[in-house]
């Protein structure tokens, strides 16, 4: 059975929630994919996966437990496993998160009446009052979501051990993964979450992940993202955020040697003095087969006094192709607006290519927006620097990378993890 066939399939026999409001959500995002169909899929490198044939993935599917303790960064974090899409609760110290948030898988949010995440649950993407999905791949998520988490931070909660949110892949047979999380940073609270994707199955992975993202007054909250080493693995992962007054959110995307991916996160300031930095780092190796990325980012501001920063780079080898779309739309009559929007491309290869495209939309003349696109290759200049002071070719070669991506891993602000991906640099650069 080909994806295309085995959506159409979960969709008419779908499980109904109880909870009437999320069931008619869920209704609703339906109709609207059968309104949008594959258009958006279409129109990327996703297009070869309609053809494909996945399966869901068994519950019961387990890895050792000897892998999954090296898998973590570190064993004084919050660790939460979640295998093929559900969360493992044995694995996961669920005793260490409830004893400073509140916490609930989606499983259970969605078939036991839980009166808390109906306030969140596609929150992000209502418009004037009206459900609004943006594209067929929230609109799947939303309708076969099989697990994922709902967080709520206390207002006044300094949450200083970061939680980890591990996503392990080991299907025994080509799967559709689909989850949802659902994060909510209460009133002058702090958070620090660290996403990954990992992959110890040989066979082809098609994961969808929707995150709704609620950053009250005052609140800030990082959020760092890493996908590495996925070769079979096709990702998509949506990021919606709403920013309340003084608020400061930071996400850091490290997407590196994955088949194709596509990362798409959408902020609305629905306050004033709120701060946006969004920073990524693309790195892929050379390969027999095309590896694309697609980063877009839309921004919207609907209160004076904001600032946004986004500061992209991509490093590309053999056949890897990446594509920046960002997008800032700045309500009317708004002032002391600050934007920057920058986007530096390292091609190490003639057959590596890079498509970017910033933008800015204002109806108002009081901000203060700039953007600027940088493709090239590595300088012989430069090069030769390290040459003339008696390093080899190829550590120069390598020296060179890792300057150029340092500038973003140095603003990683977890001493464990910027160690692991400049370890991770100096390991793979060729």
Request: net charge positive; glycine share 2%.
């Amino acid at each position: 059975m080909t994806l295309k066939e085995k959506i159409l399939f979960l969709l008419k026999n779908k499980e109904k929630s109880p909870n009437k409001y999320l069931e008619s959500l869920i209704t609703k995002s339906i109709v609207c994919f059968k309104k949008i169909g594959f258009t958006e899929l279409k129109k990327t490198c996703f297009k070869s996966v309609l053809n494909a044939d996945f399966d869901l993935p068994n519950r019961k599917n387990e890895i050792e437990s000897s892998l999954l303790k090296k898998l973590s960064f570190n064993n004084k974090f919050i660790s939460l496993y979640f295998i093929n899409g559900f969360l493992n609760s044995k694995l996961s110290n669920l005793c260490q998160l409830k004893k400073y948030i509140k916490f609930d898988s989606l499983n259970n949010c969605l078939f036991n009446k839980n009166k808390q995440i109906t306030k969140y649950f596609c929150n992000t993407l209502f418009y004037k009052e009206n459900l609004f999905v943006p594209n067929s791949f929230i609109a799947i998520n939303i309708s076969l979501t099989t697990d994922g988490i709902f967080i709520k931070i206390p207002k006044n909660t300094n949450l200083k051990i970061p939680i980890e949110i591990i996503n392990i892949y080991s299907p025994k047979k080509s799967s559709i993964i689909n989850f949802k999380n659902i994060i909510v940073v209460g009133k002058n609270s702090k958070l620090k979450i660290i996403e990954r994707h990992i992959s110890t199955s040989k066979n082809s992975i098609f994961s969808n992940v929707f995150t709704e993202i609620f950053s009250k007054d005052q609140s800030k909250i990082e959020l760092f993202k890493l996908e590495n080493d996925l070769r079979k693995t096709y990702l998509i992962d949506n990021t919606f955020i709403k920013q309340s007054s003084k608020s400061v959110c930071k996400v850091f995307t490290f997407s590196s040697n994955i088949r194709n991916l596509i990362n798409n996160i959408n902020c609305v300031q629905v306050g004033t003095d709120t701060h946006s930095f969004f920073n990524g780092l693309s790195f892929f190796k050379k390969s027999n087969k095309i590896s694309k990325i697609y980063n877009n980012i839309f921004l919207k501001s609907l209160f004076s006094n904001s600032v946004s920063l986004q500061n992209y780079k991509g490093i590309f080898s053999k056949n890897s192709y990446g594509i920046f779309k960002s997008k800032l739309k700045i309500k009317e009559n708004l002032y002391n607006i600050k934007s920057k929007q920058i986007n530096s491309n390292l091609l190490l290869s003639n057959s590596s290519k890079v498509l970017s495209r910033p933008e800015f939309q204002t109806a108002s003349s009081k901000v203060k927006c700039s953007h600027g696109t940088n493709i090239g290759k590595l300088e012989k200049k430069t090069l030769f620097f390290f040459r003339s002071r008696g390093i080899e070719k190829k550590k120069s070669r390598k020296l060179a990378i890792l300057i150029f991506a340092n500038e973003l891993i140095k603003l990683v602000n977890l001493n464990i993890l910027k160690n692991n991906i400049r370890d991770y640099f100096k390991q793979n650069i060729r």
